[in-house]
């Protein structure tokens, strides 16, 4: 095995399924890596608002002049997205020398794809001399892998049903898992503005740092600007995040509260945080491509981002037809997903994954079909996204909108090509 392809079709093999909970088999092969960071750590869970909130830190922490890593999943069209080392991301050929380092560790442990990944990351970081290592947690948080680390400071972003085979039926349930990223006596940032209960109970019985918004921390802003204001610290007129969406402050002020927690350690200065805030980038994320007709692209793949998708849609304005491209996971909880976005859309394209985990194309028009109630909408089957896409385009006027939104694999899928040429493409049409 000499690539990064060979390394991850071989992490592929090793193990029957796609998930299975649990830290002993990850923590073993890790202790024997020796895996360990020697710089503060900031883990970041939540079911939406976590690759945002991950982006932020990074991007501040690039501007206070520090040397940050981040590791984020899944990726959109290259596996090596997944981790950035100071504001770059890392080549196949630095990632090989870290599998090799988790294989020879490993010593006949099962582990699946994403936990062999993650450790290969991670030790990936781990030796880059970082300053500041930025974790996002994959699903959940108690049991996911990224939670062998033990962080300086953990953020809990907006919780929502989502995953709920593994992580339960209910909000409270799900809070329950992603507090278990949580460490005694250190911060917890917790950004949703109505957290569970359960999230609240963890920190108070483990004592570790609560820091909730509303109480520890807060924002305030205008059509024009925002302010911040944390424990120690605030911040007035401020620019709007980048990122583009109604949510986004939110995610900005969890990733403040992070930094004011970890200020002894990895101090900011105000400069810092509006030159962070003014250029941090994520691709996907409510993501306008210019052109005519209108293009957005944005992973919103469960119903709680969907709504988000919704009313930031709602808040671009008038547009004679909006084309929507959907394609989803079957574990999702898609009617919801249709009906909270179906008063937007006018014409939908659905489209097949590449994943066996993937809804079909027919079953999602089939969904769709059983709770539409407009009869002045169209919709159509794919084979893939970039084909729906091309529907899409050959179908709407220039004054049009075209909305790209679901799993990662859909929005990759158009994506793969490159931004450029997709510009291009979409400018031609």
């Known amino acids: 095995m000499e690539t990064l392809q060979d390394w991850l079709a071989h992490c592929e093999s090793l193990h029957p399924k796609t998930i299975e909970m649990g830290l002993e088999r990850v923590q073993a092969v890790a202790t024997r890596m020796g895996l360990r960071f020697d710089c503060p750590v900031i883990t970041?869970?939540?079911?939406?608002g976590k690759g945002s909130t991950c982006a932020m830190l990074e991007a501040i922490a690039l501007q206070a002049g520090y040397r940050p890593g981040v590791y984020t999943s899944p990726h959109l069209v290259h596996f090596e997205e997944r981790c950035r080392i100071h504001g770059e991301i890392v080549a196949q050929q630095d990632l090989v020398p870290h599998f090799e380092r988790v294989e020879a560790a490993r010593q006949g442990v099962t582990l699946t794809y994403f936990e062999f990944t993650?450790?290969?990351?991670?030790?990936?970081?781990?030796?880059?001399?970082?300053?500041l290592a930025i974790l996002e947690v994959g699903l959940g948080g108690r049991l996911d892998a990224v939670n062998i680390v033990d962080a300086d400071c953990a953020v809990i972003t907006s919780i929502d049903l989502d995953h709920m085979d593994y992580l339960g039926p209910d909000r409270e349930s799900i809070g329950r898992e992603k507090a278990g990223i949580m460490r005694t006596g250190r911060p917890v940032i917790v950004s949703d503005p109505v957290a569970p209960q359960s999230v609240l109970d963890r920190a108070v019985e483990i004592g570790a740092d609560l820091w909730t918004l509303g109480r520890d921390f807060n924002f305030s802003g205008d059509k024009q600007q925002w302010a911040w204001a944390g424990r120690g610290r605030r911040y007035s007129g401020l620019a709007y995040p980048a990122l583009r969406g109604a949510n986004q402050l939110i995610n900005a002020s969890g990733a403040l509260a992070a930094l004011e927690a970890l200020r002894q350690s990895v101090p900011v200065t105000a400069q810092a945080v509006r030159n962070g805030l003014a250029m941090v980038e994520?691709?996907?994320?409510?993501?306008?491509?210019?052109?005519?007709?209108?293009?957005?692209?944005?992973?919103?793949?469960?119903?709680?981002?969907v709504a988000a998708l919704?009313?930031?849609?709602?808040?671009?304005?008038f547009y004679p037809t909006t084309h929507g491209v959907f394609g989803a996971m079957a574990d999702k909880d898609l009617g919801p997903m249709l009906a909270k976005v179906g008063p937007l859309i006018d014409r939908w394209y659905f489209t097949d994954l590449p994943t066996p985990r993937a809804e079909s194309a027919a079953h999602l028009l089939a969904k769709w079909q059983a709770q539409n109630k407009r009869t002045d909408v169209g919709a159509s089957t794919h084979g893939d996204p970039m084909e729906a896409l091309r529907a899409a385009v050959a179908a709407a006027d220039p004054a049009d909108r075209i909305v790209v939104f679901g799993s990662f694999y859909t929005v990759g899928g158009v994506l793969k090509d490159g931004l450029p040429r997709l510009q291009a493409k979409h400018l031609a049409s």
């Not at 970041?44 to 939406?48: D, E, L, P, Q, S």
């Not at 450790?119 to 300053?131: C, H, V």
């Not at 491509?289 to 692209?297: D, E, H, I, R």
């Open 44 to 48: 970041v869970a939540g079911t939406n």
């Open 118 to 131: 993650t450790l290969a990351i991670m030790g990936l970081m781990a030796a880059s001399g970082l300053d």
């Open 282 to 305: 994520l691709p996907g994320r409510f993501q306008i491509v210019p052109g005519q007709p209108a293009l957005v692209l944005d992973v919103a793949h469960n119903p709680h981002s």
């Open 310 to 317: 919704a009313a930031n849609l709602d808040a671009m304005g």
